[in-house]
Structures are given as structure tokens and as C-alpha cells.
């Protein structure tokens, strides 16, 4: 499924935006850009232990499959004695209180969605002082050729640029034309992106399983292995 984009389809990723610009300026910027699902998933751990290390998932999501990769990854982190709040990234207001942060975003064009950088933005002095872990969810460029691990790696470039991470993993997910927006779903046909769920769950549990490790939370878990 992995692609390298051609000049042509540049040219028809550049008409499209035009198309956007066009409805805006017509008065169909509403209809352009919204949202058909809910992606604003949202749960405060009830339980927070003061043993236990405080983790914040939170993701920027397109269409939903962002979310629910970021539901997962909770998941795994409870099951790890983590206690977990996940949060769209739009409602996280402060970074104190957390000792590990995981974020991820879905692709568009290339980038990480726009929120993701204003985020950076207002907390960046904040994040200088908790370790992170970052998951960049796209459709392209999911090989295991040379050009496409360059292509992947440089999706999470505009973080890298400002931030330290510490762990960081790609997942091939989700496209659905019924969940995107018509100019995204016209997009979509014009450089016929594959329909389907192509997130790997083993490969996603395995990442939440693996990142900090060294935090004491894993350590508690390796522990009560051993005895």
C-alpha cells in the first residue's frame, strides 16, 4: 500500500486545497471543514495513587482512528500501574502533575494536524521537564523500503524540532470516506487511497507495553514478575 507522492498527485493535492479556498470564500467553509464524528474522547483517572506515576495520552484526531489508538495505548499503560488521563489535545490546559506524556497525531499533507503545534506552543517550557513519547498515525508510506522509513520518520520533524523525544512509533491507520470531510473524501478518490482499517493492534499494544520501561511503574510490574 505504500506510496511515494508523484508530481501528479501533488498537483491534485494543491487543486484541492484551491477547491477549500474557493468554498470558504463562497461561504462553504462549515460545510468544508466539518467534523462527522465525535473525537473529543475524555477520562480523568479516579484513582490516582501516589505510588504510581501520573501519565497524560493525548492525541489530535481527524476522523476518530487517532482516538481510539490513543484509547488503546491507555489501556496498556493502566494494565502497566500507570494511573492515565487521556484528553484531546484542545482541552489539556496545563502539563503539571504528569511524569511521562504520550501524544500523537494524525497525518495530514505530511505534518502533524495544526493543534498540535499550538499546543507545543503554549506548553513548551513545560515539556522540558517530563519525558515524551510521540505516535504519528498516516496512510502513506507504510513499506518497510528505505524511502518510506525516511518519509515516516520525518512526520513527527515538527516536534522533533522543538521538543525531545524519547519513544516513537508509526501507525498505518484508518480511511473511510464516510468519516472525512467531501473535499477530504474527494481527495482521497482523486489518489484512490485504499478504503479499510489498517491499524496493526498487536504492533500498538507491543509499542504502549515497551515505552518507559525504566519508569516505576515498570519496574513494581518486573518486580512482582520475578517474585
Known amino acids: 500500500m505504500s506510496k511515494i507522492i508523484t508530481r501528479r498527485q501533488f498537483l491534485t493535492y494543491t487543486a484541492a486545497g484551491i477547491g477549500v479556498t474557493a468554498l470558504t470564500c463562497a461561504g462553504m467553509g462549515a460545510f468544508a471543514t466539518h467534523r462527522p464524528v465525535d473525537i473529543q474522547y475524555r477520562k480523568l483517572a479516579a484513582n490516582r495513587n501516589p505510588a504510581n506515576p501520573v501519565a497524560l ?9 487517532t482516538m481510539e489508538i490513543a484509547q488503546a495505548i491507555a489501556l496498556e499503560l493502566e494494565n502497566r500501574s500507570f494511573t492515565v488521563d487521556i484528553c484531546p489535545i484542545q482541552q489539556v490546559n496545563s502539563l503539571e ?16 494536524l495544526p493543534e498540535v503545534n499550538r499546543f507545543i506552543e503554549e506548553h513548551c517550557s513545560e515539556f522540558q521537564k517530563i519525558p515524551l513519547a ?8 507504510d513499506g518497510e ?3 518510506s522509513r525516511k518519509a515516516r520518520v520525518a512526520y513527527l520533524d515538527p516536534i522533533r524540532n522543538q521538543l525531545q523525544i ?17 473535499i477530504e473524501r474527494l481527495m482521497g478518490k482523486m ?9 496493526d493492534w498487536a504492533a500498538i499494544k507491543g509499542w504502549a507495553q515497551s515505552i518507559f520501561s525504566n519508569s516505576p511503574a515498570a519496574r ?3 518486580e512482582s514478575v520475578a517474585l
Open 220 to 222: 513494581i510490574e518486573m
Open 145 to 147: 523500503d528505505e524511502a
Open 191 to 199: 489518489v484512490k487511497t485504499p478504503v479499510g482499517d489498517f491499524r
Open 57 to 65: 495520552v493525548t492525541y489530535a484526531s481527524k476522523a476518530g482512528s
Open 166 to 182: 524519547t519513544h516513537e512509533a508509526y501507525f498505518t491507520g484508518v480511511y473511510d470516506p464516510a468519516k472525512v470531510t467531501p
Open 134 to 141: 510521540c505516535f504519528a498515525v498516516h496512510l502513506q508510506h
Open 97 to 112: 502533575g504528569y511524569s511521562q506524556i504520550i501524544m500523537g497525531s494524525a497525518i495530514r499533507m505530511g505534518s502533524p
